[in-house]
């Protein structure tokens, strides 16, 4: 069955950085667009970031763009998100997905990953 693992979180300081890795497995990575949605306290799941199947094409919320990255690695069957000058809206629970397209995510959910920021 399918399944995606997160992994990465933590607490970070204001300003730092952290990469947040999702491996998948349970089905054939290559051939499915994947998205990072967070869950920040208080507050609904929202799409963070998009990437199609073989990575030519990336898609960010506004609140993120410059600010956070997002790869895969197909031999690896893994997608990657690299966040950059961490504030403390980033904290949240942070997912992968495979995805259909920007905002239609494929269920089911990973477990998620948590980081802080906070000093």
């Known amino acids: 069955q399918v399944q995606l693992v997160e992994s990465g979180g933590g607490l970070v300081q204001p300003g730092g950085s952290l990469r947040l890795s999702c491996v998948a497995s349970g089905y054939t990575f290559s051939i499915y667009a994947m998205s990072w949605y967070r869950q920040a306290p208080g507050k609904e799941r929202e799409v963070v970031a998009f990437?199609?199947?073989?990575?030519?094409?990336?898609n960010y919320a506004d609140t993120v763009e410059g600010q956070f990255t997002i790869s895969r690695d197909t031999a690896k069957n893994t997608v990657y998100l690299e966040m950059n000058i961490l504030i403390y809206e980033d904290t949240g629970v942070y997912s992968c997905?495979?995805?259909?397209?920007?905002?239609?995510?494929?269920?089911?959910w990973g477990q998620g990953t948590q980081f802080t920021v906070s000093s």
């Open positions: 997905i495979r995805t259909i397209m920007w905002g239609r995510p494929l269920h089911p």
């Open positions: 990437i199609c199947s073989d990575g030519g094409s990336k």
